[in-house]
């Protein structure tokens, strides 16, 4: 699932169905994510060094995983669809 700003900038739904090669991890969704829609490039994850941008957050199965390294696997319940893998825009602000 993607935040409204970026669903608008890949043109897409709520919700995007990916395959994703074995192991699916945290990283190899993003790189699909950014494969089928390139013009997220560089919005979740920066350009050189593909750390996680400061207001995005990762959500699994109630759990944060924004934390969590590139490599970590996804939830079961996200590999079989029982539960999204969702992005979301954080908001700051005073």
Known sequence: MLP???R?????GAEVTLEVASP?????TLDALEARY?????TIRDHD?????PFI???AC?????HQGPDTPLPEAVLTAREPLIVLGAIAGG
């Open 4 to 6: 409204a700003h970026l």
């Open 8 to 12: 608008n900038l890949a043109r897409v």
């Open 24 to 28: 699916a991890t945290i990283g190899a």
């Open 38 to 42: 390139p013009v997220l490039c560089g």
């Open 49 to 53: 060094t593909l750390q996680r941008r």
């Open 57 to 59: 957050r990762y959500f």
């Open 62 to 66: 109630q759990e944060d995983l924004s």
